[in-house]
Structure formats: structure tokens, C-alpha cells
């Protein structure tokens, strides 16, 4: 089993930054991708950004150029910096973590957090 923790969601007026982090502990021998996903109310969940263990990186048009997914494999833990912030970007944020190897020869798969809530002001 694999427990992922949030942190780091709160309040912000238009235009300003947060930064998310999310912890994995557990049996974990490695994490194939970790992500972040968002889900605004009334709304379906989506896709924010995801980051592979090899670096490969894949971002919600939207985010582009102002979203920055990150890890720490030797922690494994994933951040996500939100930068120039919109009232759009309101929602809570789930961390993901996908192709979890408990063991080198197991995979389990679509681990998620509790969500945290971030709430941009204009």
C-alpha cells in the first residue's frame, strides 16, 4: 500500500504563487509517474501535469508556461509550483502516482492523495 500526502494549498490573490507537494510513503521500490490533477466544482477531474521517473513531462494547455511539476526520487515526493495564478485555476489538487513498483518485480497502479484546496481571488 502507498500513501500519498498534500500539502501546501490555501489561498492566493490573482497573479501570485503556491507551491504543492506531495509525499509517497509506503512499499515503495519506485514510481513510474507521478501528477497532479484538479477538479473545480461541479466540474470533472483533469489533468494538471505529470512527470515520469525518466523526466518526460506533459502539461494542461492552460498551465503551460506558468505550472512546474518537479520530483524527488530519493524522497519520493512531487511538487507542483503554480506561478501568475487565475481565479480559473480554483479547485482542489490530487496528487497521482501511477506504475508503482512495491517490489522490482510488482506494479500497482493509480494511487491518490486527499486532495488539497487551492482558492485564487481576483
Known amino acids: 500500500q502507498v500513501q500519498l500526502v498534500e500539502s501546501g494549498g490555501g489561498l492566493v490573490q490573482a497573479g501570485g504563487s503556491l507551491r504543492l507537494s506531495c509525499a509517497a510513503s509506503?512499499?515503495?521500490?519506485?514510481?513510474?509517474?507521478m501528477g497532479w490533477y484538479r477538479q473545480a466544482p461541479g466540474k470533472q477531474r483533469e489533468l494538471v501535469a505529470t512527470l515520469t521517473s525518466g523526466g518526460s513531462t506533459n502539461y494542461k494547455d492552460s498551465v503551460k508556461g506558468r505550472f512546474t511539476i518537479s520530483r524527488d526520487n530519493s524522497k519520493n515526493t512531487a511538487y507542483l509550483q503554480m506561478n501568475s495564478l487565475k481565479p480559473e485555476d480554483t479547485a482542489v489538487y490530487y496528487c497521482?502516482?501511477?506504475?508503482?513498483?512495491?517490489?522490482?518485480?510488482?506494479?500497482?497502479?493509480?494511487?491518490w492523495g486527499q486532495g488539497t484546496q487551492v482558492t485564487v481571488s481576483s
Open positions: 497521482n502516482a501511477d506504475r508503482v513498483r512495491p517490489t522490482p518485480d510488482r506494479y500497482e497502479y493509480q494511487y
Open positions: 509506503g512499499s515503495i521500490f519506485s514510481i513510474g509517474i
